[in-house]
């Protein structure tokens, strides 16, 4: 099975050196040095990984063939591809691979349909599901404890406990001051109609 593990982003200097957007949570297996990785576009692959390091905060790989700024910048926007066997599992207990996550059904935990998981986007600070509703319309739910109460595979289900206002559509007050706030003004207004009547 094919997994998207980086996307290629800006040459880093001038000895083919570039930075990678990392799309899998082991990165340390998937891009270690010595992998063979095809790409979307396929023209521009196979690339053979021959180094890799992190420099101030994000990856640096290096291409078998990459040899200069030229090289490595014509290689902007390119997916990286590994073969995974899909019966492989990571290994911590509570981590998946997108390809497990997609598609699963994501419901409340008294059963109410949320809708079903369509992208998985990998942020610096955290994950997001992105949602796709039954009305179609879209919704990210963060990958996080707080939020995420259980994955089941076996049932193909996410179950969530979102906070207030992360999954309705309804606007909520913030704070009291903000309800005599909103208090004030209608009365203001229906004074206004007052006077001008």
Do not use: W
Not at 26 to 48: F, I, M, Q
Not at 57 to 80: C, I, P
Not at 136 to 159: K, N, T
Not at 176 to 181: F, I, L, V
Request: net charge negative.
């Amino acid at each position: 099975m094919e997994l998207v593990v980086a996307r290629i982003g800006r040459a880093h200097g001038i000895k083919g050196e570039i930075t990678v957007e990392v799309r899998t949570d082991e990165p340390e297996l998937r891009l270690s040095p010595g992998a063979v990785l095809r790409t979307d576009p396929a023209s521009a692959g196979p690339l053979t990984i021959e180094a890799g390091r992190v420099h101030s905060g994000r990856l640096l790989l290096r291409f078998a063939g990459v040899k200069d700024r030229t090289a490595a910048e014509a290689l902007r926007n390119t997916l990286l591809i590994a073969d995974v066997d899909p019966a492989e599992l990571p290994e911590e207990e509570d981590e998946y691979y997108d390809h497990q996550l997609m598609d699963l059904d994501v419901v409340l935990e008294d059963g109410t349909e949320i809708g079903r998981i369509t992208e998985i986007s990998h942020l610096p600070s955290q994950d997001l599901f992105i949602v796709e509703r039954p009305d179609g319309s879209e919704v990210m739910i963060p990958f996080v404890e707080e939020i995420v109460a259980e994955i089941d595979l076996e049932e193909q289900r996410c179950v969530i406990t979102p906070p207030p206002g992360l999954i309705d559509d309804r606007a909520e007050i913030a704070s009291a001051r903000d309800a005599g706030a909103a208090g004030a003004a209608e009365s203001a207004e229906a004074a206004q109609s007052g006077d001008d009547a």
